[in-house]
Every structure is written in structure tokens, then in C-alpha cells.
């Protein structure tokens, strides 16, 4: 089960990967918000950081408008490692290197084509688990 949420500037993309991974077959976790009203991000960021962190859901994915403060909302959340993607690449890596367990995207900084794209990559990303690696990770997860 995947994690999602958004603040109202990145609800249109928030939608648009919910329907395209539940035609792959992926459930969701639609943690809101549910309109393009105005609202505030940090309470979706923390909504979809504790369900990851519990362990209600294996991943998550947050949307607003640049990524950067949805993401900085997830990382407070002890266990969690968000990290903000504009390319496929960073999200590889991320996954690969930091083991991230979120994914922030900025929905006016991607569109929706490599905002997918950035998605599949990340989802389908297995954590490298490669000595070094892991004990940075392990470091990060003290501090």
C-alpha cells in the first residue's frame, strides 16, 4: 500500500497518480486533501509520514506545489526519509543509496509525464544495501 497526499497546488498531480497506479494495480492511501481549496501542506505531509512510519503503508508519495515543504513536513516524522525528486535519476539514487521511504514531488515543477515516470522509478527501486549505504543510513536514522 502506498501513502499519498497533497496540499491543494498539488492535488490535480495527486489524482493523476492515484488513477495511474491503481491501473497498474498498486493501492492507495489517499491521505487527502480532497479539493483544490486552499489548506496546508504540513498536515498532509505528516498525515502520509506517520502512515509510512507505523507501518500502515510501505511507501508514501507527497505533491504540492514545489515539493520543498511537504518534504521538509514528512522529514520530521522519526523513521522517515523524503526525499524531493524532479528527475528520474534522484529518485534511482534515492532509492538505491538513501533508502527513502517517500517520494516529494513539486506539481509545478514537473509535469505530469515525468512526474509518472519519476514514480515508477522510485517504486520500483530496490535499496542497494551495499555496506556503506546502509551504515549512512543508519547514521541518518540517529541524528
Do not use: W
Not at 509545478?108 to 514514480?119: D, M, Q, S, Y
Amino acid at each position: 500500500m502506498i501513502a499519498i497526499g497533497s496540499d491543494h497546488g498539488g492535488y490535480a498531480l495527486k489524482q493523476k497518480v492515484i488513477g495511474y497506479l491503481e491501473k497498474k494495480g498498486v493501492a492507495c492511501e489517499d491521505m487527502g486533501c480532497h479539493s483544490e481549496d486552499s489548506c496546508d501542506y504540513p498536515v498532509f505531509g505528516h498525515a502520509v509520514a506517520k502512515a509510512v512510519a507505523d507501518g500502515r503503508c510501505e511507501k508514501g508519495i507527497v505533491i504540492c506545489t514545489t515539493g520543498i515543504g511537504i518534504s521538509i513536513s514528512a522529514n520530521k516524522i522519526p523513521g522517515i526519509r523524503c526525499a524531493l525528486c524532479g528527475d528520474s535519476l534522484s529518485a534511482k539514487l534515492t532509492r538505491l543509496h538513501n533508502d527513502a521511504n517517500m517520494l516529494a514531488m513539486g506539481a509545478g515543477i514537473v509535469g505530469e509525464n515525468l512526474a509518472l515516470e519519476i514514480v515508477d522509478v522510485f517504486l520500483d527501486t530496490p535499496f542497494s544495501g551495499e555496506e556503506r549505504h546502509s551504515r549512512r543510513v543508519q547514521l541518518i536514522e540517529k541524528i
